[in-house]
């Protein structure tokens, strides 16, 4: 039976999250309710912009639900998502989920026309990573794993169950991480 993974669908590009899960085998459910956020055995939080994305959370009453939703289940953050994983967030500092011991500085690799396609190593495995206005991880906490880097900075990091990218692996060809986070949703 195929894992029910939900995709944040309140900004940001889940469309093509939501096709790259189930082309990883998953059945995407789009959340934008509380109800709909039960409905899912995983969660991705999309690319976007995450003072926005805060806003529509507040907006929906999301915030909470999302903070408890991660406590039980995995969420695996693109982008604007790791930002709102991070326990710490910077340039500006803002409010977040924390669900992961990570500093993250939002925009750091520079503005729209600074964004980049980089070959990277994944735990083993060679991935092509579209960086677009991407946040870096500063720090990394004692619980957590850097799974990839780029330019000597963490861009996909483990803790627990949950997972995040400064990249978006939803804009690549090979569908491998996703299937990976589907894997991890099974467990």
Request: proline share 5%; aromatic share 6%; charged share 25%.
């Amino acid at each position: 039976m195929a894992r029910r993974v939900g995709v944040l669908a309140l900004q940001g590009d889940f469309e093509a999250h939501r096709k790259a899960l189930e082309r990883a085998g998953a059945r995407a459910v789009e959340v934008r309710t509380a109800a709909d956020l039960e409905q899912g055995d995983g969660l991705i939080i999309p690319g976007g912009e995450s003072s926005t994305m805060l806003k529509l959370l507040d907006l929906e009453g999301l915030f909470r639900p999302l903070q408890d939703f991660g406590k039980k289940k995995p969420i695996f953050g693109t982008c604007a998502g790791a930002i709102l994983l991070a326990k710490e967030v910077l340039n500006p500092r803002q409010a977040s989920l924390g669900l992961m011991d990570l500093t993250v500085e939002r925009n750091a690799y520079g503005r729209q026309i600074d964004s980049r396609i980089a070959q990277i190593d994944v735990a083993g495995k060679p991935a092509e990573a579209v960086f677009i206005r991407a946040p870096i991880i500063r720090r990394v906490g004692p619980k957590a794993k850097v799974l990839a880097e780029y330019q000597g900075d963490p861009v996909m990091v483990e803790e627990g169950k949950h997972l995040v990218a400064t990249f978006h692996p939803e804009l690549s060809s090979n569908d491998w991480i996703h299937r990976e986070f589907v894997a991890r949703v099974a467990q």
